[in-house]
């Protein structure tokens, strides 16, 4: 289950790779814009700014997301990432820190831009810090035998989960696509107490959180917060600096 509360609790830091993707999408007048996998709605209201006239969908997998999308007046309906088609009018597909919760979105991806029109863009992020110490350190712990049976079922993200930029550059073009691919390591600034585990609480933890009942995930959170502290230090002022890897691709149809 995803909580918008708390994903929106680091919403500026969530949502600066968005805009520094969408700003790379040269699409003027789309007839019909998806934002795939919405969350919220706080980052789908820009596209609504960005293209007033053009028909705006937000979809998402999680009932509770689209709920809090709808509440900001959107037009947002359940639809899992596998079970989404284009339609013929599609101009523009964005997905933001989505796809790498779905394992099939390499198929995906040359199956969507060879059903898009001509011209179309399909704007892509994804988290590339998968290997940092913020999730090695949580399959650490879940291997540990306190913990591995209990979530033996929980699918983590492991290191190839995502591609990096040349390898979406690859994949995109040879689906017949022009494509700007790149990454940016953000060095993001966190306060309060435990600020890495709670960033990681509403994203990588999340399968962990479902799988385990109220009492074993607080136990969790404790023999994790100290490891994190460790790898990730509070600064003099109080802050902590938090690399968070993101990788980017822009592809147009021919």
Not at 202 to 228: C, E, H, K, M, S
């Amino acid at each position: 289950m995803w909580d918008p509360a708390k994903y929106l609790d680091f919403g500026d830091h969530r949502g600066r790779p968005f805009h520094d993707l969408l700003d790379r999408i040269g699409a003027e007048a789309p007839r019909a814009v998806i934002d795939l996998g919405c969350g919220p709605g706080n980052l789908t209201e820009t596209l609504a700014h960005r293209w007033p006239d053009a028909t705006l969908t937000a979809l998402d997998s999680s009932a509770e997301m689209v709920a809090a999308a709808r509440e900001r007046g959107l037009s947002a309906r359940l639809c899992p990432v596998q079970k989404w088609k284009p339609g013929q009018d599609t101009d523009v597909v964005v997905s933001n820190a989505v796809l790498q919760w779905v394992p099939e979105h390499r198929e995906l991806l040359p199956a969507w831009a060879a059903q898009l029109p001509a011209k179309a863009w399909i704007a892509v992020q994804v988290p590339g810090n998968f290997g940092a110490p913020s999730h090695a350190l949580v399959r650490d712990l879940v291997a540990e035998p306190e913990w591995r049976d209990r979530l033996e079922p929980v699918r983590l993200r492991e290191e190839d989960t995502v591609l990096d930029p040349a390898g979406y550059a690859d994949l995109m073009t040879a689906a017949g696509c022009d494509v700007d691919a790149w990454e940016t390591t953000y060095l993001q600034r966190l306060t309060g107490q435990d600020p890495v585990l709670e960033w990681i609480t509403g994203t990588a933890l999340r399968p962990i959180r479902a799988a385990l009942p109220d009492a074993d995930w607080t136990a969790f959170r404790a023999a994790l917060a100290p490891r994190l502290a460790s790898a990730y230090p509070r600064r003099p002022d109080g802050s902590t600096w938090f690399p968070f890897r993101r990788v980017f691709f822009v592809a147009r149809t021919r």
